[in-house]
């Protein structure tokens, strides 16, 4: 069974609007991440929440965990046509630490 | 900035021949992996690797696969015997601490005919 599954699958927006994407997962975590990928290309690391977090931010992002009910949301604020890209959050496990456990990603499309 | 990098870029091969795939972690990191994805589809876990061995493998790793560090920069994952499947884009990815952000490599796209 999967980790980690994002919510929706794709997403198009007008630029400028704020993007919300959810992630959900099914065991215990000591930290959530969340990666963008361009078309292609490598995953970049966007922002990593631990466990005790419940709220993080850095520039337009903005990443809330919930760990009693499993789920994660990142938010785009004042969206731009370079961010249409897929998001992937990525668990790491309490068991198994070493490795993080990706989810099946979000498509974002910004229309200009 | 420091960065991980991957080589080939694309690697077209025949079934049932032996593929390597290169890679060169940053150079303070400790901890390595190959992450596979095939093409629209989720990024897999392979395998991690650290002190010069395994630490953890997923069912895909199967005895087709295995990894190297034989220098101390470079990292490599072998296919023995390429299957029609292990068409993908793999991903190489390292970082310094346990709890950290991975730095992944640009991938290297495998087509097997």
């Known amino acids: 069974s999967q980790q980690g599954e994002e919510d929706p699958q794709a997403l198009s927006i007008q630029e400028g609007e704020n993007a919300t994407m959810n992630c959900s997962y099914k065991?215990?975590?000591?930290?959530l991440q969340w990666y963008r990928q361009n078309s292609g290309r490598g995953l970049v690391h966007l922002i990593l929440?631990?466990?005790?977090?419940r709220e993080k931010h850095s520039g337009r992002l903005r990443v809330t965990l919930d760990t009693s009910k499993k789920s994660s949301s990142l938010l785009i604020t004042a969206s731009r046509a370079a961010d249409t890209a897929s998001y992937f959050c990525a668990t790491g496990l309490i068991q198994g630490a070493q490795k993080l456990v990706f989810g099946q990603g979000t498509r974002l499309t910004i229309n200009p | 900035e420091p960065e991980v990098t991957q080589t080939p870029s694309h690697q077209v091969t025949q079934m049932g021949q032996e593929v390597i795939l290169r890679c060169v972690p940053i150079?303070?990191?400790?901890?390595f992996y190959w992450y596979r994805q095939i093409l629209g589809q989720k990024v897999e876990f392979l395998v991690s690797?650290?002190?010069?061995?395994?630490?953890?493998k997923s069912e895909i790793f199967d005895d087709q696969f295995s990894v190297e560090r034989p220098d101390g920069s470079n990292f490599t994952l072998k296919i023995r015997s390429t299957k029609l499947e292990d068409s993908a884009m793999y991903f190489c990815?390292?970082?310094?601490?346990?709890?950290?952000?991975?730095?992944f490599g640009e991938g290297s796209r495998l087509t097997v005919l």
């Open positions: 990815a390292s970082r310094a601490v346990i709890v950290g952000e991975l730095f």
């Open positions: 150079s303070n990191h400790l901890y």
């Open positions: 065991t215990s975590i000591n930290n």
């Open positions: 929440i631990r466990s005790n977090e």
């Open positions: 690797f650290y002190n010069n061995e395994i630490s953890e």
